[in-house]
């Protein structure tokens, strides 16, 4: 059989710091006909996090198929925030559901993140687990608010955040720009590359399989079995889990149709050697409470990775650079003149109502999709409760059926997308300038 590198090359021009950190693994490539019970397509970390949840309840007679490798989408050049929550803000899921149900589904993301961390012990992930945590910096120094929300949040959903005045912030990022802080207990920041590696080499050692260099082209269904047809070979399967991000819209549109692909950039400095002790003298993962907000985080080769933006559109990684520079001097304008040393991008996928798309189409297909910007806990928490349903409990499945896969409206729904964030950024910086 053929092999084939981890590469998220494509769509993203320029290597992340995430692949030139990560030793590069080869995984074979589907050839001729393979049979399993469960077929996952996509080696992100929802469908890898799926594979993981089966294989730990016995059902090792699996294969995870992606077009590049393992990570190669948003799972493995994402920020490396592990934290509670879904892409829907908290207040939103306490209206929507109540306090009562939303404390329940938030909670199931506070024990994804656990989950996270508990895997990466027990089958000894190298992937540089940074447990300072998250700290949500406030940008408009407007304490009441901040502290208003940590106590709703405490009060309706038993989800705990660690106030920070703004007297004790330097003591964790030194930068003009911020009033107070959230600081989450319990989360922490990580190497998401490697970590998705691990996970797919406990797959492969407890009997499951990870193919990659394998995009599915095709896939039908027929006595019971299904057939996913790549390039050079075909996988048949009892049960076939469409885990695509947003890296695919034509395997199955009806359900895909109902998914955004929005784009987020990334870039890393040079190494900064006593400087970032300096500007971040905890190595906490930072974002702010601005809708635009940047996300940021001390890499342990002193280096600073930087995030922010969202966009519909793919960038160079020039133009990337040239965005975060001057992102970051407006935090940290002793940095104005850094030298970016690696810059990317990626796509996350967005259903209309922003939760996770999951469930079971009537022609037997499962999907786990739409994991937005916040996703590493969600990720997870989806694979755990696929491989549930997959081996007879759906109970918690079917909590997400209220929100089901909706047309997301297209080139048309894509322009709404943009035109929200710039209507938001607007609104950010006027709260800025002049308050309220
Ligand atoms: C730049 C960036 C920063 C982010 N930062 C954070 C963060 O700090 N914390 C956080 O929690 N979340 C973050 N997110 C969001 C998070 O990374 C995603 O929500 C999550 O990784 C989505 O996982 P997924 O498995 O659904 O999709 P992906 O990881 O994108 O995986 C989908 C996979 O499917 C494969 N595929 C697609 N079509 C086919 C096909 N036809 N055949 C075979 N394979 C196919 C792709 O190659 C890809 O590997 C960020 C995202 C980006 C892009």
Not at 245 to 267: E, N
Not at 369 to 381: E, I, K, P, V, Y
Request: hydrophobic fraction near 40%.
């Amino acid at each position: 059989m053929a092999g084939s590198m981890n590469s998220g090359a494509d769509r993203w021009p320029g290597a992340t710091w995430y692949e030139a950190t990560t030793e590069p693994r080869r995984f074979d490539r589907v050839s001729g006909t393979r049979r399993c019970r469960v077929a996952v397509i996509g080696a992100g970390l929802s469908g890898i996090a799926t594979a993981m949840g089966l294989v730990e309840r016995g059902e090792t007679n699996v294969c995870v198929l992606d077009s590049n490798g393992p990570g190669a989408g948003a799972s493995g050049r994402n920020g490396g925030f592990v934290f509670a929550g879904y892409s829907l803000d908290n207040d939103a899921l306490i209206k929507q559901l109540g306090a009562n149900r939303a404390r329940t589904l938030h909670g199931w993301t506070r024990q994804a993140v656990t989950l996270i961390r508990d895997r990466i012990h027990r089958y000894a992930i190298d992937c540089q687990v940074n447990d300072a945590g998250v700290l949500l910096a406030d940008w408009f120094g407007d304490d009441d608010s901040l502290n208003g929300f940590a106590r709703r949040m405490h009060e309706q959903l038993g989800f705990r955040l660690d106030p920070v005045d703004r007297h004790s912030m330097p003591a964790y990022v030194r930068s003009e720009r911020y009033g107070a802080g959230l600081h989450e207990p319990g989360s922490f920041h990580f190497h998401p590359l490697r970590h998705i590696q691990g996970l797919a080499g406990v797959i492969e050692q407890a009997g499951g399989a990870v193919v990659a260099g394998s995009p599915v082209r095709s896939m039908d269904i027929a006595n019971g079995r299904w057939r996913l047809r790549c390039d050079d070979g075909e996988v048949e399967a009892e049960e076939v889990i469409l885990a695509t991000g947003g890296y695919d819209r034509r395997l199955c549109p009806p359900i895909q149709r109902a998914l955004q692909p929005v784009a987020t950039y990334i870039a890393v400095t040079e190494p900064l050697g006593d400087l970032l002790g300096e500007l971040m003298p905890k190595p906490v993962a930072v974002y702010d409470t601005r809708f635009a907000f940047d996300y940021y985080r001390p890499l342990p080769d002193t280096r600073l990775l930087w995030g922010g933006r969202i966009s519909m559109a793919a960038r160079s990684p020039a133009a990337i650079r040239r965005l975060m520079a001057r992102d970051i001097r407006r935090v940290f304008p002793t940095l104005g003149g850094i030298r970016f040393e690696h810059a990317w991008g990626g796509w996350m996928s967005y259903a209309r109502h922003q939760m996770p798309v999951l469930g079971k189409r009537p022609d037997g297909l499962w999907y786990t999709l739409a994991f937005g910007g916040h996703g590493m806990a969600t990720t997870t928490l989806a694979g755990e409760m696929m491989a549930e349903a997959l081996t007879g409990n759906d109970l918690r499945l079917r909590e997400f059926q209220r929100w089901p896969p909706r047309w997301a409206g297209g080139a048309a729904g894509r322009a709404a997308i943009q035109g929200h964030y710039w209507v938001c950024q607007a609104r950010d910086w006027l709260r800025d300038r002049f308050g309220g």
